[in-house]
């Protein structure tokens, strides 16, 4: 005899809040409380944020201070330091190109189909040296600006996007000399990836801009914002390291065997075999590292660049915008949860789609 | 003990092999000599060699003593030795080891196009042809976890086949699979065999080594204890071992 098993019926909305909240009289009256709390709250955020805030620059930092919400006007007068720092102002549509053209570049290069060797390259050596000559200018008719004198989002996403490029690939090569069979280069680059780990990024950072002047000749310095970049993206691949190395281990050793077997040499396996399985295993804690470094671009700051979050204490630091700035914050966290957020819903898209192909 | 489809020149010929873990003799002294299209099916205990004789021929193993040398090219410290005798031995493991982030096609394809460098359409066609003739060809695109584990092991044969290689290394590749599925990998061997491969099976499926083997090796403690052929080896074997071993595994 055949027996057929029914699943039992979902049940529905309200059957399922009223199960979840609703089960005893002191739930429900918890409930009720929290939702009284959380209406009150998000009313008086929008109260200041929209209904009472004050949007145009019309009636001057004065008006604005009067009203009772938000003083939106703030970011309309000095949007400009925000995004761009010191950078010249009849310049500043180059900063923004720039920002663009990063921008494209950093979606273009999550998208698989980018994911040959070629293209990303191609992508990326286009994108650094738009980004570069726009900055920069001193060619085809741009004027020349240094690096001293950029600022804003422009710098933060710069030094992000070139921390990475850096970093990444010196992750890897730190991984995968830690896992060498010979004990010296192993125990080296352990050595060298702790101590970076156990120091400070700010302590890096003033390193590289402040002290390595010093012990360097002339030729090999560079500009200050390259040794800093340099630094930072020394620290970022130490910990990026570990989390390929971690991701490596998860890698089961009949995977190498195997490629050995069919004759893959060694940067074969490790190109073809390992790292592809590796950086899946390393997804989550990789785009939780990027997170974290972009985040960490603001302490670019100690050592004298304005990048996004120096730039908006300079944007409500003069006079008379000086109390305005919860509002300059505001915006700034709105900036850096735009960025944050898409990153880590790409984190998201990436692992559904490896799960693909799972065990 | 000689084949009719075995022809003179060998092809794999160790002499006193030597394997050491540390301080643990692995493999003491190893003697063994495999002509062209021959069928050498090796059995014995658990922790007795087996694997690491076989592994020592491709040379996931290194040795410590002694001569291998396959296919008339000795295995020593030389890399262009050891990557051209990759090339030409295949290998099929008892955990399959399939490659989980890429296709079943790609699995088979990656190789020839990477080390034989063979242009992708070739590649391709070649792995339709294995796929077909372990009788997958409808899994191609499909991925590793997707399949049953007996279709897994033929895509795993059909890996190392697309390679193209003179002598098949097969290390116990029954022992992971459900009861149910053992027969669909045997039959695949047993066709291979009958092609006249070169063939080194690690296994204990006697009733396939009855079939196939030209000649049985049985190890125990490191070394090798008989060589036989299999009528000899199952009726009248002079072994107190391997009498001993037989009547476990054929016993119950
Ligand atoms: N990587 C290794 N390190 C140390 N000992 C090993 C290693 N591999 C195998 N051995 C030892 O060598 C012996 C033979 O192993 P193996 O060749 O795997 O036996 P079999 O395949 O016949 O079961 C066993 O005693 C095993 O414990
Ligand atoms: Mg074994």
């Known amino acids: 005899m055949e027996m057929v098993v029914v699943a039992p019926p979902a049940p529905g909305r309200l059957e399922d809040l009223r199960r979840r909240f609703f089960a005893t009289p002191l739930q429900a009256v918890l409930s009720l409380a929290c939702l009284a709390i959380m209406v009150f709250l998000v009313w008086k955020l929008l109260n200041w944020a929209v209904f009472s805030a004050v949007f145009t620059t019309s009636g001057g930092p004065e008006a604005c201070q009067a009203a009772a919400g938000a003083c939106w006007s703030v970011i309309a007068a000095r949007w400009r330091i925000i995004f761009f720092g010191l950078y010249p102002y009849e310049e500043q549509w180059r900063s923004a190109l720039a920002c663009v053209a990063v921008v494209v570049m950093t979606v273009l290069s999550c998208i698989p189909a980018f994911w040959t060797g070629r293209r990303i390259a191609l992508v990326w050596g286009a994108g650094t040296s738009l980004f570069y000559v726009l900055m920069k200018g001193g060619v085809l008719g741009l004027a020349h600006v240094g690096e001293e004198a950029w600022g804003g989002l422009a710098l933060t996403l710069f030094i992000f996007v070139t921390t990475c490029l850096i970093g990444f690939p010196l992750a890897i090569c730190l991984a995968l000399l830690r896992r060498s069979e010979l004990p010296w280069i192993s125990r080296t680059t352990g050595l060298i990836i702790d101590g970076v780990r156990s120091l400070p990024l700010i302590s890096i950072l003033f390193t590289f801009a402040v002290v390595l002047p010093f012990a360097l000749p002339q030729w090999l310095q560079g500009d200050k914002l390259y040794r800093v970049i340099l630094g930072s993206a020394l620290f970022f691949s130490a910990y990026q390291a570990e989390i390929v190395r971690g991701g490596m281990q998860g890698v089961a050793t009949g995977q190498e065997e195997a490629a050995m077997a069919l004759g893959m040499r060694y940067w074969q396996r490790v190109s073809r075999i390992l790292l592809p399985q590796a950086m899946r295993n390393a997804m989550p804690a990789t785009i939780n590292q990027f997170v974290i470094s972009f985040k960490e671009t603001s302490l670019v700051v100690i050592v004298g660049f304005f990048e996004i979050l120096a730039s908006g204490n300079a944007a409500y630091g003069t006079g008379e915008w000086r109390f305005a700035y919860v509002e300059v914050y505001a915006f700034i966290a709105f900036i850096y949860f735009i960025f944050v957020f898409s990153l880590s819903r790409y984190g998201a898209f990436l692992e559904r789609r490896m799960s693909v192909s799972e065990r | ?252």
């Open chain 2, 1 to 252: 003990m000689i084949s009719t489809n075995s022809t003179g020149e060998p092809a794999l010929r160790i002499e006193n092999l030597d394997k050491y873990y540390g301080t643990f003799h692995a493999l003491r002294g190893i003697n063994l000599s495999v002509k062209r299209g021959e069928k050498i099916v090796v059995c014995g205990p658990s922790g007795s060699g087996k694997s690491t004789m076989i592994r020592c021929i491709n040379r996931l193993e290194q040795h410590n003593g002694g001569r291998i040398e396959v296919l008339g090219t000795e295995l020593n410290d030389d890399v262009g030795n050891i990557d051209e005798i990759r090339r030409e031995v295949g290998m099929v493991f008892q955990h399959f080891n399939l490659f989980p982030h890429m296709t079943v096609l790609e699995n088979c394809m990656i190789s020839p196009m990477i080390v034989r460098k063979q242009p992708r359409a070739q590649a391709e066609a070649t792995a339709r042809l294995y796929l077909e003739k372990v009788r997958i060809p409808e899994q191609a695109m499909k991925y590793p976890s997707q399949l049953s584990g007996g279709q897994q092991q033929r895509v795993a044969i059909a890996r190392a086949l697309c390679m193209q290689p003179q002598i098949m290394l097969f290390d116990e590749p029954t022992s992971a699979l459900d009861p149910e599925m053992v027969s669909e990998v045997l039959d695949v061997m047993v066709t291979l065999a009958s092609e006249g491969m070169t063939m080194i099976c690690v296994t204990h499926e006697m009733g396939f080594a009855r079939r196939v083997a030209d000649r049985m090796i049985f190890m125990d403690g490191g070394d090798i204890v008989e060589e036989a052929s299999p009528d000899e080896f199952f009726t009248s074997s002079r072994n107190e071992r391997t009498r001993q071993f037989l009547s476990q595994v054929l016993g119950h």
